[in-house]
């Protein structure tokens, strides 16, 4: 009997200690949504659940936003402050503050004063309007050592492409480069945007006529452009065998929004 009791005090001990080795989440309650607007808070205990109900993105009372999908983390940002909350801000920035102060933010401040925060089926957590997604767990901000005033950055490997103004990113987008498969690939370096040109039709080398709506070249023959021919979608690894002949093609929503927003001299860097 003594050592019944002994086994189970034990367990009881075991199963204290776990429970203090988890995260308090203060009894975290699942809002009705997978959306918190503008101006919106999640306090520490609140969650955003995607609509499918597989990921909740919940406000520890550590401080810390953690994603669970079926109860496991799978992603953290990490604020060391008991107590912080969530907000999205009037000027597009998403932080974690403790008061008024913020310990932790994502660098988007002037991307959007309508920006929200959306808890996705696929386990993304972005800050969206409705040009699009300004930042997400999964494109982080990528402007922090920006020195310009505009810039325009492109991932080959992940394709896709930055704006940022200065250090806050302020929209990102899925893109297509060159088909390198066949020798197109796009040059990486940096330059400046030279000029902008709507409604155009480009003649590249390899033959064929491609009207575009926005044609904004900074490297001679390459440019940026909408290209309302592409079958297959943007941020696709087919760019390889079925890309562009060097240009980078953004969508055309995205591309009529960017050709309003940069300028002659916007700088753009195209990295691996």
Known sequence: MKRLVALLAAAVLAAGLAV????????A???????LPTGGTLQPGRSLRSADGAYVATMWSSGSLFILHHGRPVWVARSWHAGAH???????DLVLAVGTRTVWDTG?????????????NDGTLMLRNANGVVWSNRLPNGCRTTTV???????VLGQVARMCAGQHQILTTAVTTGASAYGNATPLGTWRVQARVPNTVLHPAAGGAYPVRFWMPYDGDYGIHDSS????????PLYRTQGSH??????????AWFFSWAVVGTTVTIAA
Do not use: E
């Open 246 to 255: 060097g240009c980078v093609h953004l969508p055309g929503a995205t591309m």
């Open 108 to 120: 988007t401040t002037t991307s959007s004063a309508t920006n929200s925060l959306v808890m996705a």
């Open 20 to 27: 203090l080795l988890m995260p308090a989440a203060s009894g």
């Open 229 to 236: 021919w592409q079958r297959f979608p943007y941020g696709s």
């Open 149 to 155: 005033a505009k810039r325009f950055i492109v991932s």
């Open 29 to 35: 309650a699942t809002t009705a949504t997978n959306t």
């Open 86 to 92: 969530l907000g999205v801000r009037h000027d597009g």
